[in-house]
């Protein structure tokens, strides 16, 4: 990620949250306006607030006291009205892009320290990463899958399995929709989908990504070719991708594309090793997850990865194998 994408970032979220702050005051001036009783509580307020302050110069704390109960008493009534239903949300409060960050791009983390927040990685991985490796998720979700491109045929010599296409499919979105519901529960496994080209497997992949997305999760894509060109080109020089692989490793969704595309090698193989074993060890205490999408059959898998990374697949991954027809 480069200095520059966060920078121009930056300055659309404070344009973004400039105009958020800016459309809030205007229409909450004007529901004041059409509403005379939160006027006067204001004006009230204003006073209260001034007269208090000279109470405490006078050092008069008797008074001072009697004119905050006052205050905050009228504070609460203030608070219950605009808390009911009838006021519209836009008057509440301001329509932030991000109501996590208030459009700032940054949160307080667990140290109390400012970090970068979700929606601004997200962002900047879309920019400098996924570009548009990642579908129409408008309409690709799970609400718009059609099982009638499955069929209901049942032969298990055909299919090697015992169960029809259309029924195969229906467990692999109950595995899909159960992976997005339990996500951060370490013991819910990744994902491995297999088959064909045309079966639906980047559907899910988009489906999961657009679910963990409006959680606030942040989804890389990557496909294996291009991931693994741009590690090795980093391990040997040839460019500066370090910034790559520090996401690779700590993006909360990552989702490998077209496994077995790439011109394989001893390096590659290595690197997809540490890759796959350092999200299974939950990098810094944060639960991490990854979808794997291949035209691989398992035993290819095994034929080309050798058996250290097919442990790793069969051991911590729900094994999908896609078949229509």
Known sequence: MSNSTLNNLLKDYEKKKYTAELNYEKD????????????EINDKLGKLALDISKAVLKMDSELADNLKKEFYKL????????????????VKEPNYECSICKDTGFIIDITGK?????????????????????????????????????????NEQKYRAKISPKQNIANIKNIAVKFVENFDNPEEK?????GNTGLGKTFFSNC???????????????????????????????????????????VD?????DLGAEVSNQYKIAELFNIINARLLTPNGRITKTIISTNLSMQNIMDTYQERIFSRLASYYNICRFFRR
């Open 253 to 257: 969704l990552l989702i490998i594309d």
């Open 190 to 194: 990744n994902l491995l989908f297999t």
């Open 75 to 90: 504070k609460k009534k203030k608070e219950d009205i605009l808390k009911s239903s009838d006021v519209p949300q836009n």
């Open 28 to 39: 909450k001036s004007a529901f004041y306006t059409s509403h005379p009783e939160l006027s």
């Open 114 to 154: 400012n970090s970068l927040c979700n929606c601004i990685r997200q962002k900047m991985f879309d920019i400098d990463f996924n570009k548009s490796n990642i579908g129409n998720l408008e309409k690709e979700n799970f609400e718009n899958f059609n099982f009638d491109l499955y069929s209901d045929e049942i």
């Open 208 to 250: 999961i990504a657009k679910e963990m997305l409006s959680k606030g999760k942040t989804v890389l894509y990557q496909t294996a070719p291009i991931m693994l060109d741009n590690i090795i080109d980093d391990r040997f020089g040839k460019s500066d991708y370090t910034a790559v692989y520090k996401n690779i490793i700590n």
